[in-house]
């Protein structure tokens, strides 16, 4: 006699015979196939995390106990030669991204968020159910990540670094089951309406009772695949969010398309009533097209820093006392020479030593035509060189590069919902609620007035009304902005930027490599003390060695290499720091003890403890697009001003030669954050511009800033917006794309309510068939996904 097979109850698998690891879940002894799984549900329930098997809508994998190899090879991640390329510093908090392997369903995110949140020493953790990926910010000093891993091993899953290849090989396997199910679901329909012509003639037709039946049955037969494969995404979407409590479009498009296939598999086996295998059929296949789209401008979107990442070599030329050797990317070092040839990749951020060419950031910055370069310019890792060879000394490597930042505010930017989606997604909740109510009570009605037409009807209102449209009308619209944006080197690194863009009626610009190059040059040095010009030059040089404000690129030709200990910023002040025992600072009069006086460009003072010591001043120049692009702004009908932290004449100089009367110098950081928070309180709403070097607490206080890319450190900046290429005629094109963006939304919200509205009182009246309901709907949302791929021509229209 064969035993009933019993499954686990945490991964589905057979249970072996003879095997005892039940666990007490939900008051019910529940089967365990191993110890593994045995293992991580007590964990799960140790962890009072008990609700995850509620709300779980898949099994999970078989889990795998931690055996003494695999602890010894995640403790191989707690190795700083190892983190280094996957893990970034910022103060006492480090941060990766990792992929997760064994991530079934939402529940299986929900837990591992609320897992690892309970770790000490874990500052925030985010999960993407879908991409598999998990977002780790941690304090090193009290959690190893050996330790979080192990944890995630102790549920069931399996985490490692990101992959750029297993991403990609990902990435296709997804696309091609989904365009495998789009062309079932196309195949599907054609057959299913060729069919369907035939039968629509109908009693007055000359087709024999037994073809037409025979053709019903073909029809079933051909709709099947349709039904049980192309749609299945619409079902496991729609219960997975019904047990957590909501209502999503999935859930009519669900009902629709699974009550339409029973009651015309019904009609076609008993020879009574409606089929609709060809209304059942294009419903899945235009709801597919729409989704289609919808994903290829959602990749699009990140496209532009995709590419760059897989462009990423892995081996470069390292140039030392032995001569030339290829080494690993991972094992280059900050301070080691490298040797970039015409046609290669830049392996690490760096210095130019040797060499003259031009090189290729396009794919980083949107710049269109390769840069110049020459020795002393900086180089960025993932840059091509296009022309003669370079010699190049590494300042940043791995996780420490400017294309990783790039790719951890991407990472950023699509874990934030915008406002304005989330408001969508919740209208979206109730229009399917709505929309649920009213099939239900034009079935009951049109089941006491004409019983053989009340199911029709009711289905013709379950598909017309679906709020497809309504869901997509603003994702479409915000990842094909984003997309616009990328390509023209402006990175979207918070999801509400564009948002706020759109209602920005005010632009505040520091002045300092923003309105000017930032590329400062000392025009006079002055002896104020008993030490000599070249003296002080030198000491200045010392100081400012230790800083990346544009500022301290004027000091660097006189650079002798003397050290410097306790060295110490003042934002939007100054420097100081102690040089063979000796303090000395520099900065502007007020951080020194001087007075200030008249002068047309930056003027900073260096101070040693016997007084002061010398006078040097500093001019930019301005930026060749900075006119054009403030007009642009203008044209916009923005608000300008300038807030900088120089003090003395040379903003107000600036002011007066691009026409901007509000002009306000020598202000601190605190200084810029009061003005902004001014602004703010009299009802404005600020854009702030900023090199991203001591600009960070006003680029956070403003309402959305921006921040240029060339400032020292993207994730400190902490802005909302990061200008690449440093063009500032991409901020009014920013602007005009962020109003462009909220106009479509507004055109795609108004068109999906008012179909709706007028659409189902004609189904409920009976007017509307099943198969124009289908198309109606469907055409409602291609047209809010075609609507909202205009935004792909924004600033390319001449």
Same mark, same amino acid.
């Given at each position: 006699?064969?035993?009933?097979?019993?499954?686990?109850?945490?991964?589905?698998?057979?249970?072996?015979?003879?095997?005892?690891?039940?666990?007490?879940?939900?008051?019910?002894?529940?089967?365990?196939?191993?110890?593994?799984?045995?293992?991580?549900?007590?964990?799960?329930?140790?962890?009072?995390?008990?609700?995850?098997?509620?709300?779980?809508?898949?099994?999970?994998?078989?889990?795998?106990?931690?055996?003494?190899?695999?602890?010894?090879?995640?403790?191989?991640?707690?190795?700083?030669?190892?983190?280094?390329?996957?893990?970034?510093?910022?103060?006492?908090?480090?941060?990766?991204?990792?992929?997760?392997?064994?991530?079934?369903?939402?529940?299986? *995110?929900?837990?591992?968020?609320?897992?690892?949140?309970?770790?000490?020493?874990?500052?925030?953790?985010?999960?993407?159910?879908?991409? !598999?990926?998990?977002?780790?910010?941690?304090?090193?000093?009290?959690?190893?990540?050996?330790?979080?891993?192990?944890?995630?091993?102790?549920?069931? $899953?399996?985490? !490692?670094?990101?992959?750029?290849?297993?991403?990609?090989?990902?990435?296709?396997?997804?696309?091609?089951?989904?365009? +495998?199910?789009?062309?079932?679901?196309?195949?599907?329909?054609?057959?299913?309406?060729?069919?369907?012509?035939?039968? $629509?003639?109908?009693?007055?037709?000359?087709?024999?009772?037994?073809?037409?039946?025979?053709?019903?049955?073909?029809?079933?037969?051909?709709?099947?695949?349709?039904?049980?494969?192309?749609?299945?995404?619409?079902?496991?979407?729609?219960?997975?969010?019904?047990?957590?409590? !909501?209502?999503?479009?999935?859930?009519?498009?669900?009902?629709?398309?699974?009550?339409?296939?029973?009651?015309?598999?019904?009609?076609?086996?008993?020879?009574?009533?409606?089929?609709?295998?060809?209304?059942?059929?294009?419903?899945?296949?235009?709801?597919?097209?729409?989704?289609?789209?919808?994903?290829?401008?959602?990749?699009?979107?990140?496209?532009?820093?995709?590419?760059?990442?897989?462009?990423?070599?892995?081996?470069?030329?390292?140039?030392?006392?032995?001569?030339?050797?290829?080494?690993?990317?991972?094992?280059?070092?900050?301070?080691?020479?490298?040797?970039?040839?015409?046609?290669?990749?830049?392996?690490?951020?760096?210095?130019?030593?040797?060499?003259?060419?031009?090189?290729?950031?396009?794919?980083?910055?949107?710049?269109?035509?390769?840069?110049?370069?020459?020795?002393?310019?900086?180089?960025?890792?993932?840059?091509?060189?296009?022309?003669?060879?370079?010699?190049?000394?590494?300042?940043?490597?791995?996780?420490?590069?400017?294309?990783?930042?790039?790719?951890?505010?991407?990472?950023?930017?699509?874990?934030?919902?915008?406002?304005?989606?989330?408001?969508?997604?919740?209208? +979206?909740?109730?229009?399917?609620?709505?929309?649920?109510?009213?099939?239900?009570?034009?079935?009951?009605?049109? !089941?006491?007035?004409?019983?053989?037409?009340?199911?029709?009807?009711?289905?013709?209102?379950?598909?017309?009304?679906?709020?497809?449209?309504?869901?997509?009308?603003?994702?479409? +619209?915000?990842?094909?902005?984003?997309?616009?944006?990328?390509?023209?080197?402006?990175?979207?690194?918070?999801?509400?930027?564009?948002?706020?863009?759109?209602?920005?009626?005010?632009?505040?610009?520091?002045?300092?490599?923003?309105?000017?190059?930032?590329?400062?040059?000392?025009?006079?040095?002055?002896?104020?003390?008993?030490?000599?010009?070249?003296?002080?030059?030198?000491?200045?040089?010392?100081?400012?060695?230790?800083?990346?404000?544009?500022?301290?690129?004027?000091?660097?030709?006189?650079?002798?290499?003397? *050290?410097?200990?306790?060295?110490?910023?003042?934002?939007?002040?100054?420097?100081?720091?102690?040089?063979?025992?000796?303090?000395?600072?520099?900065?502007?009069?007020?951080?020194?003890?001087?007075?200030?006086?008249?002068?047309?460009?930056?003027?900073? $003072?260096?101070?040693?403890?016997?007084?002061?010591?010398?006078?040097?001043?500093?001019?930019?120049?301005?930026?060749?697009?900075?006119?054009?692009?403030?007009?642009?702004?203008?044209?916009?009908?923005?608000?300008?001003?300038?807030?900088?932290?120089?003090?003395?004449?040379?903003?107000?100089?600036?002011?007066?030669?691009?026409?901007?009367?509000?002009?306000?110098?020598?202000?601190?950081?605190?200084?810029?954050?009061?003005?902004?928070?001014?602004?703010?309180?009299?009802?404005?709403?600020?854009?702030?511009?900023?090199?991203?070097?001591?600009?960070?607490?006003?680029?956070?206080?403003?309402?959305?800033?921006?921040?240029?890319?060339?400032?020292?450190?993207?994730?400190?900046?902490?802005?909302?917006?990061?200008?690449?290429?440093?063009?500032?005629?991409?901020?009014?094109?920013?602007?005009?794309?962020?109003?462009?963006?909220?106009?479509?939304?507004?055109?795609?919200?108004?068109?999906?309510?008012? $179909?709706?509205?007028?659409?189902?009182?004609?189904?409920?009246?009976?007017?509307?068939? +099943?198969?124009?309901?289908?198309?109606?709907?469907?055409?409602?949302?291609?047209?809010?996904?075609?609507?909202?791929?205009?935004?792909?021509?924004?600033?390319?229209?001449?």
């Amino acid at each position: 006699m064969n035993q009933r097979l019993v499954e686990c109850y945490h991964c589905g698998l057979p249970v072996p015979a003879g095997g005892d690891y039940a666990v007490d879940i939900d008051g019910e002894r529940r089967p365990m196939c191993c110890p593994g799984c045995q293992a991580v549900a007590e964990t799960i329930l140790a962890q009072g995390l008990g609700q995850f098997y509620r709300l779980r809508s898949a099994r999970n994998e078989k889990a795998a106990p931690l055996v003494p190899e695999a602890l010894q090879e995640m403790r191989l991640f707690d190795r700083a030669d190892v983190q280094r390329e996957f893990v970034h510093r910022q103060g006492d908090c480090a941060e990766t991204s990792l992929a997760v392997e064994g991530i079934t369903c939402a529940a299986c *995110a929900w837990l591992i968020e609320r897992r690892l949140a309970r770790m000490p020493g874990v500052a925030s953790v985010g999960v993407n159910a879908t991409a !598999h990926r998990l977002h780790l910010r941690w304090r090193p000093e009290t959690l190893a990540l050996s330790t979080i891993l192990s944890e995630l091993a102790s549920l069931g $899953y399996r985490a !490692h670094p990101l992959e750029s290849e297993a991403q990609e090989r990902e990435a296709k396997r997804e696309e091609r089951f989904f365009l +495998a199910r789009l062309g079932v679901a196309g195949l599907g329909m054609m057959q299913a309406m060729m069919y369907a012509a035939n039968l $629509y003639a109908g009693p007055g037709s000359d087709i024999a009772p037994a073809h037409e039946h025979y053709l019903q049955l073909v029809s079933l037969i051909v709709s099947l695949p349709v039904v049980l494969f192309s749609a299945w995404p619409f079902y496991r979407d729609a219960w997975r969010n019904l047990r957590r409590g !909501h209502l999503v479009m999935d859930l009519p498009v669900s009902l629709a398309v699974l009550l339409a296939f029973a009651a015309s598999a019904w009609s076609a086996w008993s020879h009574t009533g409606e089929i609709y295998f060809d209304s059942v059929t294009m419903f899945v296949f235009f709801l597919l097209i729409g989704r289609y789209l919808e994903r290829r401008a959602r990749q699009r979107a990140v496209s532009v820093l995709a590419s760059q990442r897989k462009l990423m070599p892995r081996q470069a030329l390292r140039v030392d006392g032995a001569g030339e050797s290829l080494v690993l990317c991972r094992d280059l070092r900050a301070g080691d020479t490298i040797r970039v040839r015409p046609g290669e990749t830049v392996a690490a951020d760096g210095r130019i030593l040797e060499g003259v060419s031009s090189v290729d950031e396009a794919l980083l910055t949107g710049e269109p035509l390769p840069l110049a370069k020459q020795p002393g310019d900086p180089v960025i890792a993932g840059s091509i060189n296009t022309e003669g060879s370079l010699l190049v000394e590494v300042r940043e490597v791995g996780a420490a590069t400017r294309l990783a930042a790039l790719m951890r505010l991407q990472d950023q930017a699509l874990a934030h919902k915008p406002r304005i989606a989330e408001l969508a997604d919740r209208i +979206a909740g109730w229009v399917v609620l709505a929309l649920l109510l009213s099939a239900g009570l034009a079935y009951g009605l049109w !089941h006491f007035l004409a019983p053989d037409r009340a199911f029709a009807i009711m289905l013709s209102a379950l598909v017309v009304t679906c709020p497809c449209a309504l869901s997509l009308a603003t994702p479409a +619209a915000i990842t094909a902005a984003t997309a616009s944006l990328a390509r023209r080197g402006l990175l979207i690194a918070r999801g509400q930027a564009l948002e706020s863009l759109a209602r920005v009626d005010c632009v505040v610009m520091d002045k300092t490599g923003t309105l000017t190059e930032g590329r400062l040059e000392l025009v006079h040095g002055e002896s104020l003390g008993c030490l000599p010009v070249a003296e002080c030059l030198k000491l200045a040089a010392a100081l400012e060695s230790g800083s990346s404000h544009p500022i301290a690129r004027a000091f660097s030709p006189y650079r002798d290499g003397r *050290a410097v200990s306790g060295l110490h910023a003042e934002p939007g002040a100054g420097l100081a720091g102690v040089i063979a025992g000796k303090a000395y600072r520099i900065g502007h009069a007020g951080f020194v003890g001087a007075e200030s006086g008249n002068s047309h460009g930056s003027t900073l $003072y260096l101070a040693g403890q016997e007084g002061l010591l010398a006078r040097f001043e500093l001019d930019d120049r301005l930026r060749e697009e900075s006119r054009a692009s403030l007009e642009a702004l203008r044209a916009l009908g923005l608000r300008l001003e300038i807030l900088s932290g120089d003090p003395g004449g040379a903003p107000h100089a600036l002011g007066r030669a691009l026409g901007i009367a509000e002009v306000r110098a020598g202000a601190s950081a605190q200084d810029k954050l009061e003005h902004i928070r001014r602004l703010q309180a009299g009802g404005a709403t600020v854009l702030m511009v900023g090199d991203g070097v001591n600009d960070a607490p006003v680029l956070a206080g403003a309402d959305v800033s921006v921040a240029m890319g060339a400032g020292a450190d993207l994730a400190k900046a902490g802005a909302d917006v990061v200008l690449l290429n440093n063009h500032l005629g991409r901020i009014a094109e920013a602007v005009a794309t962020a109003r462009k963006t909220k106009a479509i939304i507004r055109e795609n919200l108004a068109w999906a309510l008012v $179909y709706n509205i007028l659409a189902l009182p004609a189904a409920l009246a009976g007017w509307v068939p +099943a198969w124009l309901a289908a198309g109606g709907m469907s055409a409602s949302s291609l047209l809010v996904v075609l609507n909202a791929l205009r935004l792909n021509r924004v600033g390319t229209e001449k």
